[in-house]
């Protein structure tokens, strides 16, 4: 009698995706990296955060957000009583693009099936993007960062919260009290969500 399969869990999907992340060659990213960096957090998270690539730290690492961007992002969370093991963290593109430079639209899309199979098994309540490049992936929109940023888009299966990059206030110090302001919104929208969800318990 053949045995029954054992469905795999959200975290040992995840796995076999950076395994498969990790051994990548779809792009010629693949030639320039020291590591590939799928993204790391909960499984079950119910916030999923989309930056644009890995840097020179997170490409000597293999982990996302782990250079100065990473520590204000650590800030952020913390400000609204998150941590990284809540969330789960990662880039539209998985290797560091040479300089630093924005990912070119091949590489984008080379990409995007990984990015989309990682939001299929967290199913996360809220995805927030980090970011122009990772709102134009995510969100389907070129709308400007600066029109979207903090203002919340219905999405089919999660809401869509966009908001600027850590690194652009490294770059304009004037913007990191607006990301504090942003991040206000994913703690009310995760408390409105999370209130609802209960209320449905107790209904049922």
């Known amino acids: 009698m053949a045995q029954a399969q054992v469905p795999l869990s959200a975290a040992d999907r995840l796995e076999t995706l950076a395994r498969m992340i990790r051994a990548c060659s779809r792009c010629p990213l693949a030639d320039t990296r020291t590591n590939a960096v799928p993204g790391e957090g909960s499984p079950g998270a119910r916030v999923m955060f ?17 250079g100065p961007a990473g520590q204000l992002l650590d800030e952020l969370l913390g400000s609204i009583g998150l941590a990284r093991a809540d969330v789960f963290i990662t880039n539209i593109v998985k290797c560091r693009p040479p300089r630093n430079r924005a990912p ?36 389907g929109t070129e709308n400007s960062i600066s029109r979207q940023h903090g203002t919340v888009i219905p999405k089919r299966h999660y809401r869509l919260l966009p908001l600027y990059h850590p690194a652009a206030a490294l770059h304009n110090p004037n913007l990191r009290s607006t990301q504090f302001d942003d991040i206000k919104e994913l703690r009310r929208l995760l408390d409105m969500l999370e209130g ?7 209904v049922t």
């Open 50 to 66: 989309v930056g644009e690539g890995p840097g020179q730290v997170e490409d000597e690492t293999g982990r996302p957000f782990v």
């Open 104 to 139: 070119l639209p091949d590489e984008r899309e080379a990409c995007k099936p990984f990015l989309g199979k990682q939001i299929q098994f967290i199913r996360p309540l809220v995805l927030c993007t980090l970011g122009g490049p990772a709102l134009a992936v995510v969100g």
């Open 196 to 202: 609802e969800g209960r209320g449905a318990s107790a």
